[in-house]
């Protein structure tokens, strides 16, 4: 019998999620076309990353960091490799993670601490820790797998697409659902809204500044929307952070080397500026 | 630059005719003025590399003051009340043009437990890359591997347990080494080298900030009590060969070990009482990888005692054998539980157990549990460190809490405490138990 009124249920959703079909884009492809703009745009990336946070008492606190990230070819797994600049107690220390991009499989996470010349493993298992103390999770940097949520598509406008998420997993998160605003033309997340029980809004991620940014790939000219300037708001403990990315490269040949222990002791030399 | 160039040859010419009109005169003022050419002609050279824009967009320089007091939280007859008293300032200079880098970290510190002012070099190395595969670092430089969180089986480099013990920052753990490190990267795997020509010893225990339990006393021994030691000092004789072949399978790393040298603390005592260090080689290894909702480490060595190699000599240490198992997981945000279990075997219990006076028997196996908890709040700005080891063999153990906050960018405070306790003197933790401490600390890091 239980068996029975799950299936009609998935049945029942599966109509809504097609009844969703709207200008020719589904719910998931949608979050799928957002996710490749936010995350996987070119074949590698580099940059400086600039994140000043402000907590509720208006203290400030900054962080600067380089990072760079290689797409693995032919699959959604990336390379990560960040060093820290700023503040100075933590300089040249490196956080590298290699993301499977698999909903099942946690990301491998390494940390070199430069006053110990320690390499250390680091769990991966909750993802929805801060990143460097900031209000953006470690999530909001590498993305969430859209597999481990369901989408709908709540609302489409002339201006961007409203999709609701709600985790296949609550246990593993601390919001009940979250709402994107994805640009209609870039696909790119103008802002998401994570709610907590009975639809409280507690945390907003708003892309503040967006440029074209103009590359190279497979000989090609591109052009690639980027966010330059964000702001992660923790409406509970009133708390924000505003992430502001230059320098940016696409496709600079970012060589898969740099992402192992003998680079974690040794920052390419690119990245020490 | 053009412009300092057309200035240089200016003088340049001046300088020249100057050796003309000087021909007739004294020779060697004249060869001086040579020299002084020479130079010129170099500075013109290197130039382009020392050019201001140049040295600045590629050098570093930062640095760390701290105050730091610690006092003792019971009796002990040996020592003051005071355990820790630094007063440190740190540089820190880094250049790194395109062919080489180079590090030197100056470190001073007033400390008023030793009563004395130091300025020591921390660092300072030149690093190279001759070849696409291969890496030399060269020089004065902290050096660290192996998987342990704070416990260390084949990572033989020096350990400062006096820092430690104290309360000292957890990089002071790590005392420098005097190396040349070559690292050669291969496809199939890696391998470092390290050559130290002079063996460096741990900083051990020798009552300095810490008493300790003397065997031949029969009681606790603190400041000026140590026998003293005899460290091995013949430069290329008593050196220590450091080996390490690892390679990431699937993100599991795995690491074989060797290691040639002496003992790290002193194994054994001379005729006249002092402690001396005796040969000592190692192998062993680790493997390191995700282990369902965490990290997993296993690592393991044997310590060959090669001037007892079978254990009958009681005046020198056995060989032993250590393995470690640990976990390391974080069950919610900004919280990190970290588990081990360590071993440490002597081997030839047998012939040791014969030659030793009963009071002064240790057990086969050494087993030790360690545990740290950290957790952090406030933007991670405030931070909660328990760290722990219990021995179960021993019956004494070791605790370390700590917390630490940022109150800005530049500034940190941090109050903590080192207690030792056990159920005999003699054991590692429990001969430490009059040295329990609290200390505090404010530091500025630029």
């Known amino acids: 019998m239980k068996k029975e009124i799950l299936s009609i249920a998935v049945f029942i959703l599966l109509i809504f999620t097609s009844a969703s079909y709207s200008a020719g884009l589904t719910a998931d492809e949608i979050v799928k076309k957002a996710t490749h703009a936010s995350l996987y745009q070119g074949k590698d990336i580099k940059g400086k990353i600039s994140i000043e946070i402000t907590d509720s008492l208006g203290r400030k606190r900054s962080r600067v960091l380089n990072m760079m990230r290689k797409n693995v070819p032919g699959s959604d797994a990336q390379k990560y490799f960040v060093l820290f600049l700023r503040p100075a107690d933590i300089k040249k220390m490196v956080f590298m993670v290699l993301k499977h991009g698999v909903p099942e499989q946690d990301d491998d996470r390494w940390l070199y601490m430069p006053g110990l010349d320690l390499v250390k493993r680091i769990a991966a298992s909750d993802k929805r820790t801060s990143f460097a103390g900031s209000d953006f999770l470690y999530e909001d940097i590498s993305g969430r797998n859209p597999m481990e949520d369901i989408h709908t598509l709540v609302e489409t406008t002339d201006k961007y697409y409203l999709i609701k998420s709600t985790p ?42 967006i440029e074209n940014l103009i590359s190279v790939e497979n000989g090609m000219e591109v052009t690639y929307p980027t966010v330059i300037l964000s702001i992660a708001q923790d409406i509970e403990n009133r708390s924000t952070s505003k992430m502001k990315l230059e320098n940016i490269e696409y496709n600079s040949g970012i060589k898969d080397e740099y992402f192992s222990e003998r680079y974690l002791r040794r920052p390419p030399k690119m990245l020490l500026r | 630059m053009i412009g300092r160039k057309k200035e240089f040859f200016v003088q340049f010419r001046e300088d020249k005719k100057l050796i003309v009109w000087m021909n007739n005169r004294d020779k060697q ?6 020299k002084l050419l020479l130079f010129k002609i170099l500075l013109l050279t290197a130039s382009p590399l020392f050019g201001e824009s140049y040295l600045y ?9 701290e105050a730091r007091g610690g006092l003792r939280i019971s009796d002990d007859e040996t020592h003051k009340s005071r355990s820790a008293g630094d007063l440190r300032l740190r540089g820190e200079i880094f250049f790194y043009p395109e062919n080489f880098e180079f590090k030197f970290t100056p470190d001073f510190c007033m400390d008023n437990i030793k009563n004395k002012s130091e300025l020591k070099t921390r ?3 030149i690093f190279l890359r001759p070849f ?12 660290t591997w192996g998987t342990g969180d704070l416990v260390f089986l084949n990572d033989l480099f020096p350990k400062d347990w006096q820092s430690f013990f104290i309360g000292r920052d957890d990089q002071y753990l790590k005392a420098p080494s005097d190396s040349i490190k070559i690292g050669l990267f291969t496809d199939l795997f890696s391998i470092d080298f390290i050559y130290n020509p002079l063996f460096r010893s741990d900083r051990f225990i020798d ?7 003397d065997e031949h006393k029969g009681d606790f021994a603190g400041k000026d009590e140590y026998p003293g030691s005899v460290k091995p000092d013949s430069y290329f004789n008593d050196d220590e060969i450091h080996l390490r072949i690892y390679k990431n399978i699937h993100n599991y790393e795995l690491a074989f070990y060797g290691y040639s040298g002496f003992w790290k603390s002193p194994s054994s005592t001379d005729k006249t009482g002092k402690k001396i260090f005796t040969k000592m080689d190692s192998i062993g290894m680790s493997l390191r990888g995700g282990l369902g909702p965490g990290i997993g480490n296993l690592e393991m060595s044997y310590y060959l005692s090669k001037e007892d190699s079978s254990g009958d000599k009681s005046e020198i240490k056995n060989s032993e054998l250590r393995y470690l198992a640990g976990f390391s997981f974080d069950p919610a945000a900004d919280l990190n539980i970290n588990v081990q279990y360590y071993i ?14 009963p009071q002064n028997i240790r057990d086969h196996f050494r087993r030790l549990v360690t545990i740290s908890v950290t957790r952090s709040w406030m933007n991670q700005n405030l931070k909660l460190i328990f760290s722990g080891y219990y021995s179960t063999s021993d019956e004494d153990l070791y605790f370390r809490p700590k917390t630490s906050y940022q109150i800005s960018d530049s500034l940190i405070a941090e109050a903590g405490a080192n207690i030792f306790a056990g159920k005999n003197n003699t054991s590692f933790f429990g001969q ?15």
């Open chain 2, 29 to 34: 003022e004249m060869k001086n003025l040579k």
């Open chain 2, 207 to 213: 009552g300095t900030y810490l008493s300790y339990w």
């Open chain 1, 168 to 209: 296949l997993k609550p246990e593993r998160v601390e919001f009940e659902y979250y709402n994107a605003y994805i640009d209609k033309n870039t696909f790119i997340p103008l802002k998401i809204e994570y709610f907590k029980q009975n639809s409280r809004l507690y945390r907003t991620i708003k892309a503040e500044k």
């Open chain 2, 344 to 357: 440490e075997q002597l081997c030839g219990y047998g012939n040791y157990k014969e030659n030793m006076p």
């Open chain 2, 123 to 125: 660092e300072a190395w």
């Open chain 2, 132 to 143: 696409e595969n291969i890496d030399i670092k060269a020089g004065r430089q902290i050096l």
């Open chain 2, 57 to 65: 967009s590629h050098s570093e320089f930062h640095g760390m003051a």
């Open chain 2, 432 to 446: 430490f138990e009059k040295n329990s401490n609290i200390y505090f600390a404010l530091s500025a890091y630029f």
